[in-house]
């Protein structure tokens, strides 16, 4: 059996003969988190869309939990919960009246799980304010409880730490990790890099319509930079290169992504070449820069 | 389906349905104390223009019966035109024995010429109110990304809310007659159910055609006027949430519809001159007038056919819904 | 509270589903009484309606007996209905009335006015056939019509209703000739007597409309040249001279003395003949 929730093959989509997203491809197993990233505007919104059903793919399959959802929007809907862009909701009612009208559509939740996914997100005391009064952490947490209510098998969250303090995103980091310790897959798109960074297991990046980079976070993690700064940076420079390692000159730093084990033997080459070093450090790589560099000479269609 | 129950309590929750409320109450006030006030009026000038006979209405009603009695003994009038005349001389006979001056006005008289007038604009005024928003009121404040992703088909959501929809027009109807009746009487004083109303009558070029007339009672009339506002007002109410559906935007939608509504009163004087008039829905919506005959119809339209062309409408628009909400994209 | 909140929901549906059930019956009804052709005495939804058939001798003077008579017919409006009389004797009772018992009995009264008739429908109603008889055996026939051709103007704009008033003028002559004519090929005979329009307004009508009525009636008379045996009765003059005692309570209908007076003439016009 197949252990992956979400199965996103090939997908394309035209808006008025605008390609905007080109042969887009993911997965996610039970248990795990991805993140979502790209600059604004890259499709990551669309892409969304399309797995939830708002949207609809012009080529390609989004199967979930087997279920593909052109063929069996019912089957597949079954085992999706999400929060697009926003947890809106009906503001003249309290939050627990939405949540019950919720409840009855497709396969009904009842009280039982009502008390729970309120409980889970913390909004018991509030929960028959009219949605109207609530604070914006408030409403997202809400919009949580109202994806979690039919127990999903897959969770679509986009931008779900919006408008959230410190406080409220440690929480909500909490909630996730647990859910997926549970077994549910998670997609989250995010721009809080950070957040994503510390989520998420793996990563899908996307730039203009396109996956630019799919990995575990770790991979994409494990590039480690060592910078050196010398007497003779240009003397250096062709040192280093002589021994067959990329560098390149910075403003004033050399950087080169060579492994951690050949600082050693570098050192000893530039020493003997008389030239004298003013610092050297491993640094490792965040996400973000990782990011940055990605997508920096793209501009966005 | 418990799906309806939900739309239901939406369109509650808004504020539509005391908006609704304020209007039908106002209006029917300012309605009833101008019928009053006009029939008070009207007594008087009579009153006024006999000096010194005093206007005694039962006089001149029997003379008219008497009239219609000879002139049915002659052996030159039709079938037809003896049970028309038997029929107001039954009538005439009742409000003598009654003591009811003919012109007295009744709360159910008042109810009915509400219906009567107030099925060109009023009631899909308020009908609008509860339509334009249905669909393009979950794009604007985003509810409907909710909505959507759930394990229900759309179409069904969209029935859901069509259904709602014909539960509250029901409603509202319901409601129009009972407002309409009792503020009335507060005025009038009297319901007047059991008053004969004869009907049936319908124009045509020449004359009166009277060979459907029958009697009902007031109340009956009622029933009737009130079925064909009903019917009325679903049509109106399925044009309106297509509108919904196709532009989104609730001002828009209501602007449309209301332009459509007033924009075909005037097309009514066009309507003997241009053939395609007659097949807009707004031209066809005044179904009591053919059953009390007050003014002349259009060759070609009858009954049947208004009914007809407003149930294309009808149709179609609700048609059309389904299958552009099936495909629509969700961007909001 | 609660107990009556959720009675709510279950209330609604069920009031939707009655209210439903009523309006469509109600709707199928309009349908039936809308295009049935069937006469309305025959219909299913009949009230059980009875045709009355008091005759009120004593003002018609019509004997029960079958015999042929001379039959005297009125067509037009509420004139020639006799709306107005106290009595409701109308212009064929009076003239009865102005016989001896003998001479009225051999008369019969056909009446086929109608109270708001404009000329065009007093046509229709001619030449529907359904008076072929009475035309025929008539012997004479008074024809009192146009008063109503000139009730239901759209708008007061001066030139506007100059302009309707002519249409409506020359719309009248023509049916009035169509329908003298037809009376004329059904019953060379029979002699007709026309009554004018008279000013029930007295002194208080402005100018114009006093002179649009002599155009009206003066063109009248025109087309009254074309056939034989037709006379005109000018109740303009007739009534002026004292429109208080004329006219009736409504102030527009003549009164008992009024059609008194128009069978007077009447009288006058025939015998001289």
């Known amino acids: 059996m197949d252990e992956r929730i979400l199965i996103v093959d090939q997908i394309n989509k035209k808006i008025r003969r605008k390609h905007i997203i080109k042969n887009v491809s993911m997965d996610i197993k039970a248990g795990e988190v991805l993140g979502f990233l790209g600059p604004n505007g890259a499709g990551k919104s669309t892409t969304l869309r399309m797995i939830v059903g708002l949207s ?10 087997g279920h593909d959802i052109s063929k069996n929007y019912v089957k597949a809907m079954q085992y999706v919960g999400c929060m697009i862009e926003g947890p809106d909701m009906y503001n003249n009612m309290s939050g627990y009246k939405n949540l019950e009208m919720l409840s009855v559509m497709g396969d009904h939740a009842d009280k039982e799980d009502l008390k729970r996914v309120i409980e889970l997100v913390g909004l018991e005391n509030r929960i028959h304010d009219k949605v109207r009064v609530y604070s914006m952490g408030m409403k997202q947490r809400l919009g949580l409880a109202a994806a979690l209510l039919h127990k999903p098998k897959l969770l679509v969250l986009d931008e779900p730490t919006n408008g959230l303090d410190p406080q409220g995103i440690y929480e909500f980091r909490e909630i996730v990790q647990g859910l997926a310790s549970e077994g549910i897959g998670i997609l989250i798109s995010s721009h809080l890099i950070s957040e994503v960074q510390l989520m998420c297991d793996k990563v899908s990046i996307i730039n203009n319509g396109e996956i630019i980079r799919h990995a575990p976070v770790e991979t994409l993690l494990s590039s480690q ?14 040192v280093i290169e002589s021994l067959g390692v990329d560098v390149e000159l910075e403003q004033e730093q050399l950087i080169s992504s060579v492994d951690a084990s050949r600082i050693a033997e570098i050192n000893r080459h530039l020493h003997n070449a008389d030239i004298d070093l003013v610092h050297v450090a491993i640094k490792e790589k965040t996400l973000e820069e990782l990011f940055l560099e990605l997508t920096e000479n793209q501009k966005i269609m | 389906m418990p799906l309806v129950k939900n739309e239901v309590m939406k369109m509650l929750v808004s504020r539509k349905p005391y908006l609704i409320l304020v209007l039908l109450v106002v209006f029917i006030g ?41 002139r049915m003994t002659s052996q030159y009038i039709s079938e037809e035109g003896k049970v028309s005349l038997a029929l107001e001389i ?10 009811i001056n003919p012109i007295t006005p009744s709360a159910a008289k008042f109810a009915g010429r509400f219906a009567e007038q107030g099925i060109l604009l009023l009631l899909p005024l308020l009908v609008i109110i509860l339509a334009a928003d249905i669909v ?177 409408w009808a149709l179609l628009s609700v048609f059309i819904s389904f299958v552009v909400f099936q495909k629509k994209d969700v961007l909001v | 509270m609660n107990g009556l909140k959720k009675m709510a929901w279950p209330f609604m549906l069920i009031t939707t ?25 025959t219909s299913t939804n009949g009230q059980g309606v009875e045709i009355s058939s008091q005759v009120d ?53 056909v009446n086929m006015s109608v109270p708001g008739a404009t000329t065009s429908e007093m046509k229709a109603n001619l030449l529907s056939g359904n008076f072929d008889k009475a035309i025929k055996e008539a012997k004479y026939v008074f024809v009192s019509i146009g008063g109503n051709n000139l009730n239901r103007m759209r708008g007061t704009e001066v030139s506007l209703k100059v302009i309707e008033l002519e249409e409506r003028l020359s719309e009248h002559i023509n049916d009035l000739e169509d329908s003298l004519t037809y009376l004329r ?25 006093v002179r649009f009525l002599h155009e009206w009636n003066y063109q009248t008379r025109l087309v009254l040249l074309e056939f034989d045996q037709i006379h005109f009765i000018a109740l303009y003059d007739v009534f002026k001279v004292n429109l208080n005692l004329f006219l009736s309570i409504d102030d527009f209908h003549p009164s008992g003395e009024g059609y008194q007076k128009i069978a007077e003439y009447i009288k006058e016009v025939l015998v001289s003949l």
């Open chain 1, 56 to 65: 609809k793919a012009d080529s390609g399959s989004i199967v979930i939990a």
């Open chain 1, 225 to 238: 930079e060592v910078v050196w700064r010398t007497s003779d940076n240009l003397r250096a420079l062709s």
């Open chain 2, 30 to 70: 300012l309605f009833a104390y101008g019928e009053q006030y006009s029939y008070e009026r009207s007594i008087e000038r009579l009153e006024n223009i006999s000096e010194a006979i005093s206007f005694n209405w039962e006089n001149l009603a029997r003379q008219q019966i008497k009239d219609m009695e000879r």
């Open chain 2, 90 to 99: 039954e009538q005439l006979k009742y409000f003598i024995e009654n003591d």
């Open chain 2, 136 to 312: 393009s009121g979950e794009f604007s404040t985003r509810s409907i990304k909710v909505l959507l992703t759930r394990a229900v088909p759309r179409w069904k959501i969209l029935l859901s809310k069509l259904i709602a929809l014909f539960i509250m027009i029901t409603l509202v109807i319901l409601l129009s007659s009972v407002i309409a009746i009792f503020i009335s009487v507060f005025f009038f004083g009297r319901f007047g159910f059991d008053e004969p109303v004869i009907t049936g009558f319908s124009m045509f070029s020449g004359g009166l055609n009277v060979s459907n007339v029958i009697e009902v009672s007031q109340l009956e009339y009622l029933l009737l006027l009130y079925s064909l506002a009903w019917f009325v007002c679903l049509v109106i109410g399925g044009i309106t949430f297509m509108i919904s559906v196709l532009v989104r935007s609730t001002s828009a939608s209501i602007g449309i519809i209301m332009t459509a509504l007033i924009g075909g009163q005037f097309l009514q004087f066009l309507l003997s001159d241009w053939e395609l008039v007659k097949y807009f829905f707004v031209t066809n919506m005044n179904l009591p007038n053919y059953l009390s005959g007050d003014f002349q119809v259009v060759e070609g339209m009858s009954f049947g056919f208004s009914v007809s062309v407003l149930s294309v």
């Open chain 3, 17 to 41: 589903l009655v209210m439903t059930i009523l309006f469509i019956s109600g709707f199928a009804r309009v349908i039936s009484i809308t295009g049935s052709s069937e006469i309305a005495g």
């Open chain 3, 57 to 109: 001798k004593e003002v018609e003077g019509v004997s029960g007996n079958e015999d042929a008579k001379n039959v005297i017919l009125i067509i037009g409006d509420s004139i020639g209905a006799g709306v107005g009389d106290e009595r409701n004797l109308g212009i064929g009772g009076r003239l009865l009335s102005l016989m001896t018992f003998e001479e009225a009995d051999t008369y019969e009264v």
């Open chain 3, 185 to 209: 090929e059904a019953n060379e005979e029979v002699e007709i007597v026309v009554l004018g329009l008279y000013n029930p307004y007295g002194d208080s009508s402005e100018t114009e409309d």
